[in-house]
């Protein structure tokens, strides 16, 4: 059974810090690319960030270009989000998903697995 299950959310003021990690269970992460969504409240669920398998290529939603950065451990079966300079806009509820394409991409209706999301609240 796959298993994806996330942690690390909280609240934090702006200019904050956050580290959301995914913790996999029930796959070969070395296959996988793992992405991270968000959905804020009234809002459409979009890609935030994603690692390819190969550990190498990484892709970020403009908004959050040198701001988070995405990294994987394979051995340990994890994948992290290390999220600073927080602003309020970055609220939402954070989830991570895996699936085997070729490349990253952040169409969110092809990732078969996700976790159940882990909330993030920035404000003052």
């Known amino acids: 059974q796959v298993q994806l299950v996330e942690s690390g959310g909280g609240w934090v003021q702006p200019g904050g810090s956050l580290r959301l990690s995914c913790a996999v269970s029930?796959?070969?992460?070395?296959?996988?690319?793992i992405a991270w969504f968000r959905q804020a409240p009234g809002k459409e669920r979009e890609g935030v960030s994603c690692i390819r398998r190969n550990n190498v290529n990484t892709v970020y939603v403009d908004s959050v270009k040198g701001r988070f950065t995405i990294s994987r451990d394979n051995a340990k079966n994890t994948v992290s989000l290390q999220m600073n300079s927080l602003k309020p806009e970055d609220t939402a509820v954070y989830y991570c998903?895996?699936?085997?394409?070729?490349?990253?991409?952040?169409?969110?209706?092809?990732?078969?697995?996700w976790g159940q999301g882990t909330p993030v609240t920035v404000s003052s």
């Open positions: 029930g796959l070969t992460l070395d296959y996988y690319n």
């Open positions: 998903a895996s699936d085997m394409s070729a490349t990253c991409h952040f169409d969110d209706g092809l990732y078969p697995y």
